[in-house]
């Protein structure tokens, strides 16, 4: 089926199911820890070995000797292999560094050996015992902000330049120019990266933890010089992603590399302390920002420079993204400066570019807005744009930006909020509030997936699409039972085996949008299918509660299908009125309560509010979660969470749970979640949006304008801990 025009009203409209709170399908199975995660497949395999990794210790140069023979004379221990055993494994165009094979040392953790034995214990004290000489290269840097000073007078080719920026900037009455910062950062999902390889008669079986079946499918044929129907992946259950699980990661590799040396299968987990410098991080960056106004409030005149690291060939942080189409103003200069350092993998994490950018680019209008001496909000409102601020004849599909703004005010109490910085006490507690808008594009991807009518009446849906927590199970068999008119409870899904057809999978907050709409495109396909069945025209057919109706008559879906399934396959592919016409987009407002204690600056988020634009609403239980996971993560991003680097051995120190803090329970207190009513013909026939993403866009910079608001300090070096601002805490009254 191919999406080539705006959608029209059609059988997903009823609303019968979907757009309907409903409960995970999946949550018995996690709850009661049945839910088989990848390490824990222990019945898919026989046989299964122990493959624990030795890693790099130092972050760039040269492998010169390793010695195993005491870890291949360990207890348990089956077999060594090293780097130095191979030549390097071709990589995806998907990942910037090599995974395993060759000498050369990229990053710090870069995986260099994995020990297999019989128990993990066994393979891991193994491990230990692998001796490595290297030939380091101390020349290299590691500071951003020294990089970034080096580099200031390096020409740069404009990501984007609109009217003259310059002179605009320069001749603007009301002007603002400041810098920020912000930390790496680590997914730190629960489940760590893991998978367990078998090889047999020539076919590589991977069950793993993995976001994009297809890219990793793929990307493991290139490294094994395989056809791809050579390579399974099966990946159903995955205990969060965030994007350090859209690509092939290190425990793949090993684990497929040990089983192809044992002949056994093999499991291989990725140590917590290794996943940050093993895996991917959300890439530091230091951002200038540049705004004029005319002296009613209107921006003439945006600039976005941002600097951000990546290892050779990489990207980093784009964190201009979200500047490019969030506010209006005529002249407009985005400039991306991705330095080459040796530190491990900066890539995708939750809402990438959007998210960094934001935090940098909310705190600006914030103190634009200050500068002005309007609200915040109606700043906002003011510099609202229906059409893409860079190219006028691009529309946005559909922008309901100022509607979150004003409901989110009025929700929160905004009108009652402490007008002047550091002017409102609860005892020893100065009470600060905050907002931001919030911006995330929703792109949407081919996507496919397979259907059956089973000879009871139950329905089957088979798709490579993976869920990560996000409710991928439950909305897709929300959309087949819509299609089909049967319950929900009648409809079983099959997710995450390379064998289904091919889906957008999870990733880019175009998951739930693409996938359901295969799940449409072969729902349709299979009505019509029921429709030759009965000699019917599909557009007559009305399928509800189990049954079909057609020309005034009715018969049970049961037994239509005979004595073996009838089946359809379709996918949904977009055609490019889409992106050539119009911006899709996501909108958001968040608006934050702190506390800062007036003697210790410890920083308390009291309440959060916001409120989603993001077309239709598939399940607003589901779309909830996702939207106030967003939001935890976002309080962590703003006060706690770093990726310190070892600047002079070009690690992050901060690798584990202990040193990496992230929010738990006690740091969360109430979080309101409102969603407009609304849905975009433009985006997929079921007329919805992405919301995963957007739920982080923008709430770190909303917590950290409450914390101005509460203390009169604005602090713009993310996390705002208190040794950034304590110090300069008004005196206790």
């Keep these: 089926m191919r999406f080539d025009q705006p959608a029209d009203p059609n059988v997903a409209d009823q609303g019968k199911v979907l757009g309907r709170p409903r409960t995970r399908i999946d949550g018995p199975l996690k709850t009661t820890g049945t839910a088989p995660y990848a390490y824990e497949r222990h019945d898919v395999a026989p046989g299964q070995l122990v493959g624990y990794p030795v890693v790099s210790a130092i972050a760039k140069g040269r492998i010169t000797a390793m010695d195993t023979r005491a870890a291949k004379n360990a207890p348990g221990v089956v077999a060594v292999v090293t780097t130095l055993d191979m030549e390097r494994l071709p990589k995806a165009k998907m990942n910037v560094v090599y995974l395993f094979g060759g ?12 020990v297999v034995a019989e128990t993990f214990e066994q393979a891991r004290a193994a491990a230990a015992l692998v001796r490595t000489d290297y030939d380091e290269d101390r020349g290299a840097s590691y500071d951003l902000a020294e990089q970034r000073q080096a580099h200031l007078d390096d020409q740069v080719e404009p990501a984007s330049r609109v009217g003259d920026f310059e002179r605009a900037f320069a001749d603007a009455p009301v002007k603002l120019d400041a810098t920020y910062s912000t930390p790496g950062q680590c997914h730190a999902q629960m489940e760590p990266h893991a998978s367990i390889a078998e090889w047999k008669d020539g076919t590589l079986t991977l069950w793993t933890a993995n976001q994009m079946v297809e890219w990793s499918r793929q990307a493991l044929a290139k490294a094994f010089d395989l056809p791809p129907e050579k390579v399974r992946l099966d990946s159903p259950y995955i205990g969060g992603g965030f994007g350090v699980k859209l690509f092939l990661r290190a425990d793949a590799i090993l684990a497929a590399v040990a089983a192809r040396e044992t002949g056994r299968p093999v499991k291989v987990a990725l140590p917590r302390p290794m996943i ?88 600006a209008m914030d103190e634009m807005a200050e500068r002005l001496d309007m609200d915040p909000v109606a700043f906002r409102v003011l510099n609202d744009t229906q059409v893409d601020p860079g190219k006028p004849e691009r529309r946005f599909s559909e922008r309901h930006f100022v509607e979150c703004l004003r409901r989110g005010a009025d929700e929160f109490g905004w009108s009652h909020r402490n007008r002047r910085p550091g002017d409102r006490r609860d005892g020893v507690w100065l009470i600060g509030h905050g907002m931001a808008g919030a911006y995330r594009g929703a792109p949407a991807q081919a996507s496919g997936a397979r259907v059956a009518l089973r000879p009871d009446g139950s329905v089957r849906v088979d798709t490579d699409m993976t869920d990560i927590g996000t409710g991928s199970y439950t909305i897709i068999a929300q959309t087949a039972a819509e299609m089909l008119g049967v319950s929900v409870d009648a409809v079983e899904v ?19 949008a693409s996938a359901t709409a295969g799940v449409y495109a072969a729902c349709v396909a299979l009505r019509e299918r029921i429709a030759e069945r009965l000699g019917a025209d599909a557009a007559s057919l009305e399928l509800v509660d189990g049954q079909v109706r057609h020309g005034g008559e009715t018969r049970p879906l049961a037994g239509l299908a005979g004595d073996r399934d009838l089946v359809a396959e379709d996918k949904i592919e977009f055609g490019d009125f889409r992106d050539k016409d119009y911006v899709l987009a996501t909108f958001g407002a968040h608006f934050v309560e702190v506390g800062v204690h007036a003697y210790t600056g410890e920083i308390r988020v009291r309440r959060q509010l916001a409120v989603c634009d993001a077309g239709r609403i598939l399940n607003p239980i589901t779309a909830r979660s996702q939207v106030i996971g967003g939001m935890t993560m976002g309080v962590g991003a703003a006060l706690m969470e770093e990726l310190k680097v070892d600047t002079r051995r070009g690690f992050f120190a901060t690798h584990d749970l202990a040193s990496y803090e992230v929010p738990v329970h006690a740091d969360i207190a109430e979080q309101t979640v409102i969603f407009l009513e609304g849905e975009d013909p433009y985006s997929t026939p079921l007329k919805a949006k992405g919301v995963g993403e957007l739920g982080i866009c923008g709430v770190s910079a909303a917590v950290a304008n409450a914390v101005y608001n509460a203390t009169g300090v604005r602090v713009r070096d993310y996390p705002i801990t208190l040794d950034k601002f304590l110090d300069q805490l008004p005196l206790p009254a």
């Design 276 to 363: 940050a410098n093993n895996a991917t991080h959300r890439g530091l960056t230091i951002q200038r920002i540049r705004i004029g106004t005319d002296r009613d409030g209107r921006i003439t005149a945006i600039g976005h420079d941002n600097t951000t690291n990546t290892p050779p060939g990489g990207g980093g942080e784009e964190a201009t993204i979200p500047t490019e189409h969030f506010y209006a103003g005529a002249n407009r200069l985005l400039v991306h400066r991705p330095l080459e350092m040796h530190l491990p993998e900066s890539n995708a994490m939750r809402a990438p570019g959007d998210t960094a950018g934001q935090m940098a680019l909310e705190i």
């Design 494 to 512: 099959g997710l995450g085996d390379s064998d289904s057809p091919v889906s957008a999978g999870s990733g880019g907050q175009w998951g739930a």
């Design 103 to 114: 000498r050369e040392i990229q990053h710090y953790h870069q995986a260099i050996a994995v």
